[in-house]
Nanobody
Framework: QVHVVESGGGMVQPGGSLRLSCVVS????????MNWFRQAPGKQRELVAT???????QYEDSVKGRFAASRENALNTVYLYMNALKPNDTAVYYC?????????WGQGTQVTVSS
């Protein structure tokens, strides 16, 4: 059974930084295609970042240059480094793993950007 667990969310002031972590257990992590999503209050869930098994990354336009995804396969972990955070980044952030065509979601971690 594959489990996905995010952590690292919290409150931060505009311009601040956070690092989110996502640990995947129960599967071959090196074969997992990984995504970060977020869902702000009253809005649809949106794809924020992707990192493939080959460490190729893609980002939603609004976070390009500010967010960076990485993976540490030895730790079964993907990260989302978030810099220059804006109030509009406030959302629940979800980690998603795709392995052999199956999709596994984390429970989400709240990121709140405010003064």
């Amino acid at each position: 059974q594959v489990h996905v667990v995010e952590s690292g969310g919290g409150m931060v002031q505009p311009g601040g930084s956070l690092r989110l972590s996502c640990v995947v257990s129960g599967g071959m992590f090196s074969l997992c295609h990984m995504n970060w999503f977020r869902q702000a209050p009253g809005k649809q869930r949106e794809l924020v970042a992707t990192i493939t098994t080959d460490r190729i990354t893609q980002y939603e336009d609004s976070v390009k240059g500010r967010f960076a995804a990485s993976r540490e396969n030895a730790l079964n972990t993907v990260y989302l480094y978030m810099n220059a955070l804006k109030p509009n980044d406030t959302a629940v952030y979800y980690c998603r793993a795709v392995l052999r065509g199956y999709v596994y979601w984390g429970q989400g971690t709240q990121v709140t950007v405010s003064s």
